[in-house]
């Protein structure tokens, strides 16, 4: 894939709508109830009701790691509206993680893991290491 690719891309725009979001709350709050609406309009198709299955177990919080969301990715795409299809092939955490960070998502590193800052990035990224760790620990 090159350069001028990759910025046409599901990550990119995913990446750029989290930017967009400033310093708002809820944005991946919303991001699920979209993919709930997506899913429920598409009863028949079965990455839908996989979709609906999975739902209640995504926890909506400020930072994700590569693998938790890797799996998360696809149905981030169709909450912007980037696709309508769930991919055949999921990405790899590996090449997530080297996409997010080429794409300038800030992260922070806690508890050994980088954690990448997907709600109110500019809060976050300007945020003291304790009032992290204290969202974080509230979150988990």
Do not use: C
Request: hydrophobic residues 45%; proline residues 6%; neutral net charge.
């Amino acid at each position: 894939m090159s350069g001028r690719e990759f910025w046409k891309g599901e990550t990119a725009g995913i990446v750029k709508a989290m930017k967009a979001s400033g310093n708002r709350e809820g944005v991946i709050a919303n991001w699920k109830e979209g993919l709930r609406l997506w899913a429920e309009a598409n009863p028949n198709n079965p990455d839908a009701a996989a979709a609906l299955a999975w739902l209640p177990h995504w926890r909506v919080r400020p930072f994700y790691s590569a693998d938790e969301l890797a799996p998360l990715w696809p149905a981030l795409a169709i909450a912007i509206g980037h696709t309508v299809k769930w991919p055949a092939v999921l990405k790899s955490a590996k090449r997530l993680e080297f996409e997010l960070d080429y794409a300038g998502l800030p992260s922070r590193f806690m508890l050994g893991r980088k954690y990448y800052i997907v709600e109110r990035i500019h809060y976050w990224t300007d945020a003291s290491h304790e009032e992290i760790e204290r969202e974080f620990d509230a979150q988990r």
